[in-house]
């Protein structure tokens, strides 16, 4: 196999035929993107959104921000919170509406990092309610552990991640360790978990480009399908499908780890409820299991908690969070590095030059020409990254390809670089590393790069 850009002349050639899309890659939010770094990186509305409607994009900020509290309130407008919750608040796990973390030596909360939790589906009344739920919540702590409650209570659980070290050595002889982590729950509140259960770290994704994401057509999403392998490249991504609430059917997963939500509204709420303990009309129940009596015997903030029109000012707020544009483009390693991403065949997954649907009620995400890195299906990722927890159509090594853009803000924003689902990468390499399954082919590739190509690699994600 040829080695990659061993010929100065093969790199130019390449560079020169590809110099148009890195230009066009700029904006990669289209005409939504916006120039901006720092902390606040993440958290500007779209560059296109009229003056007209930042104060609703504002209002919806404030609901995503500010904490709720305790019922009863005086603050009646943000009340109900809990009694049983990950966090009082959006944007304390989004942090600067950017990416979670797993919790650091000496946290006592994982804060930016929740554990989803399920059990097999063994009888035929739990197989039915798997195809509409896409999961069965374990029966005493249900589909999310709270590791916090209200004053007095007392939470579900604590979460505890240990690491163990992996090595993996480069073609050149470079070696590099990658954490695995081991996650256990201790200090149970309200008795013992089923002896099954399964258990997933997830960490808060960032919630840059989400409503144009959202505006990516069905049919696009579908085209790119191949779950039988037909064109025989070893890629076999697949759409899952899952409950839409507000349209009672089953409708395309776009968001979560493992596309488990059809739509922001429902992502949102579903977080409202089983992130803060809120209900709203969509998920009017609280978030305790019939083995659980504190919902009942505390108050609420009455129902629902959330209104509609919050939910609606919220997703306005999600939907239109600008990306960044890129920077260095020009930079000729950024360019090199762009080249072997696409040699790597990282493309197959992470997808660029996408159109939004045209939407007369979201102009500014309106037909906009995007560069998000990402294809929205499931792939195995093998072994190495499973969680042996099914969701929907998703099996236990199945995830959902996440968009790339934005990676290279991540450091300035929210003052770490880990990566993937339960943030055990502490780089862009060691994530990259990770990938098994489909991304196999790939990731031996990687390994006989040298320290040049590997350099330049990164360069260029973090040009994203």
Known sequence: MMRYLNSSLAAILLLSNSFSAFANEVKTGGNTAVKKEGANAFSLPAGNLPMSKRLDFSVGNSF????????????????????????????????????????????????????????????????????????IPEPTYGGQLQDFALQDQKPEGKINITYSEVPVTFADGT???????????????????????????????????????????????????????????GISGKANRVWDVQKQDFALGRFGWKAGQPTLMQQNAAAFNGDVGLTSNLFPNENCTSNQTICGDLPNGGKPEVS???????????????????????????????????????????????????????????????????????????????????????????????????????????????????GRARSLMEAVLWHGGEAENAKQQVLKLNQRERDALIVFLNSL
């Open 64 to 135: 995503f921000r500010n904490p709720w509290v305790q019922a009863p309130a005086s603050t009646d407008a943000r009340d109900g919170l809990g009694p049983l919750f990950n966090t009082n608040g959006c944007q304390n796990c989004h942090i600067k509406d950017g990416r979670g973390h797993p919790p650091e030596s000496g946290d006592i909360h994982a804060v930016s990092m929740l554990v989803r939790l399920s059990i097999p589906a063994m009888t035929a009344e739990q197989k039915k309610a798997f195809i509409k739920d896409g999961v």
């Open 175 to 233: 070696q590099v360790s990658l954490r695995k982590p081991h996650l256990t729950i201790t200090d149970l509140g309200y008795g013992e978990m089923h002896p099954d259960t399964m258990m997933s770290a997830r960490i808060a994704p960032p919630m840059i480009g989400l409503g144009l994401l959202e505006l990516i057509p069905d049919e696009t999403i579908l085209a790119w399908s191949d779950e039988t392998d037909t064109n025989k490249d």
């Open 308 to 422: 509609d029109n919050i939910l609606d000012f919220v997703e306005f707020y999600t939907q239109h969070l600008a990306v960044p544009i890129r920077r260095n483009v020009n930079d000729p390693q950024v360019k090199q590095g762009q080249v072997l991403f696409k040699q790597l065949g990282c493309q197959s997954c992470h997808k660029t030059d996408i159109k939004t649907a045209r939407s007369t009620e979201l102009p500014a995400l309106s037909e906009q020409l995007i560069h998000p890195y990402t294809d929205m299906l499931l792939h195995d990722m093998g072994e190495g990254l499973a969680d042996n927890r099914p969701e929907y159509l998703a099996n236990g090594q199945e995830w959902r390809t996440p968009p790339l853009w934005g990676l290279g803000y991540t450091e300035e924003v929210n003052g770490h670089t880990y990566f993937l689902h339960d």
